[in-house]
């Protein structure tokens, strides 16, 4: 046990964000445990590359939704490959852009399954552990969306503002016995052939080549952040940041009132 390295577990682990976050801290020294819903093969190609890099990773098919999966994915992990030192929470909950009539009650609770309960059940399982341990963080990744509520985005809206006060409570509960919770609004597009790649799909280049140069959030650049949240020393704990390109206006600045905004 003593000589087991600490393990980084991940939920929510396309080729974006939690792809590359999870190489980061495997590049660190943890064992990385990658989850997602599909794509095995894509799955795979993640724990290659960080094997082939000198790190540790295994990956698990996960869905999410399904009642007992998250739980038993941490039994299975602290079973088998050890202490969960840090959890990501990196599950999108954008169920598209939809008018209130045309969002269905289950498409609408499937946000916040995937939004909020989610992380819920995560730490309902995983914070007693941590606190045994008296150590811990849980990273969550969340969106502009969670502070800011627009046209067509009632689920989406709903489940990560609710994401963010979820990550607050538990942040209050949690910091005094130990374990660091930081919600990360990530304000603007990412390069990740995931999420935003599939949903522009052949139109996704030259989307990136209008932002310009830095324009879009690099995956990469952005697990530094993952990772300096995850060893912060807990008299300079952050709980919330928010990041996004040199080129994107703040979320709370974006409509500036052009009578008003003027030198």
């Known amino acids: 046990m003593a000589d087991r390295k600490p393990v980084f577990l991940v939920i929510g682990a396309g080729a974006g964000i939690g792809g590359h976050v999870a190489k980061r801290f495997a590049e660190g020294g943890y064992h990385a445990v990658l989850a997602r819903r599909s794509d095995e093969a894509g799955l795979q190609k993640l724990v290659d590359q960080i094997g082939d890099a000198g790190g540790e990773a295994s990956g698990r098919l996960l869905d999410a939704a399904e009642d007992g999966s998250i739980e038993d994915l941490v039994e299975q992990v602290e079973g088998e490959i050890g202490p969960i030192h840090c959890a990501m929470y990196n599950l999108g909950a954008q169920i598209g852009n939809r008018t209130l009539p045309n969002t269905p009650h289950k ?80 304000d603007g ?67 500036p009132i052009v009578a008003i905004d003027r030198d």
């Not at 990560?160 to 609004?185: D, I, S």
């Not at 599939?198 to 959030?217: P, T, W």
């Open 107 to 186: 498409t609408f609770e499937l946000g916040w399954r995937l939004g909020t309960f989610g992380l819920f059940r995560l730490a309902h399982v995983l914070t007693p552990r941590m606190v045994e341990r008296g150590t811990g963080s849980l990273l969550v990744t969340s969106a502009t969306a969670a502070v800011r509520g627009n046209s067509g985005q009632h689920s989406h809206a709903a489940a990560m503002g609710g994401r963010r006060m979820l990550c607050q409570t538990l942040n209050a509960e949690f910091a005094p016995q130990g374990v660091h919770v930081a919600h990360v609004v990530v």
């Open 189 to 255: 597009s990412v390069d990740a052939p995931d999420t935003l790649g599939k949903l522009l799909g052949d139109q996704f280049e030259a989307y990136k080549a209008s932002k310009g140069d830095d324009g879009v959030i690099d995956p990469a650049a952005l697990a530094e952040t993952y990772w300096h949240l995850a060893h912060q020393p807990r008299n300079c704990w952050t709980h919330e940041v928010d990041v996004r390109p040199w080129t994107d206006v703040p979320w709370w600045n974006d409509n």
